[in-house]
């Protein structure tokens, strides 16, 4: 007997995955809690950044956003005349990127900063995540270094914060 594979596996259709992804963000209440609705879709840059603002509890703003993406932390979403097109799968690859960095508004509930990892979780994050670039900036690098529980992580941590020093930043240990 066949059955469809997860929209989240490699034999997914993409046009699928995109629907779960959206699915999960609508379910979260991330678009509701900025004033838009599922008929918004694909969502404006200014709109995907009031989704991560007000949904998620992340600080970040258009200059943000952009910064990331020109850095090479995040990938840009499909573009067409007007500019960005953000699809569900980009706003949980942000939300991934955001995470990564500890980015929270200031005076952010505590319970939020939680609440966006258990959006990932149930998005697929390791697959949505894995599509992205990956590189690496000193911020995310030290973030990791303290969080890390184990003599091992911080070790992998810090050889590639050494890295990163010294790629952009000319410094050499």
């Known amino acids: 007997m066949l059955t469809d594979p997860h929209p989240l596996s490699a034999a997914a259709d993409p046009i699928d995955r995109e629907r779960f992804l959206r699915g999960v963000v609508e379910a979260d209440g991330w678009l509701a809690a900025a004033g838009l609705s599922a008929a918004d879709w694909p ?21 943000g956003v952009f910064d990331l993406v020109s ?3 995040l990938a840009a979403p499909a573009k067409d005349v007007t500019g960005w097109e953000w699809g569900g799968e980009d ?35 390791e697959h949505v995540l894995s599509c992205a670039p990956v590189r690496f900036d000193v911020r995310c690098l030290l973030t990791t270094l303290v969080a890390a529980d184990g003599l091992d992580e911080r070790v992998k941590a810090g050889v590639l914060l050494m890295a990163v020093l010294e790629a952009e930043h000319g410094v050499k240990a």
């Open 43 to 63: 969502l404006s840059t200014e709109q995907a950044v009031a989704v991560l603002r007000t949904g998620g509890g992340f600080e970040v703003d258009q200059d």
């Open 71 to 73: 850095r090479g932390l």
């Open 91 to 125: 706003v949980v690859r942000a939300a991934g990127v955001l995470i990564a960095r500890r980015q929270w508004m200031v005076g952010c509930n505590d319970h939020l900063k939680h609440y966006p990892e258990l959006l990932l979780e149930r998005a697929g994050a």
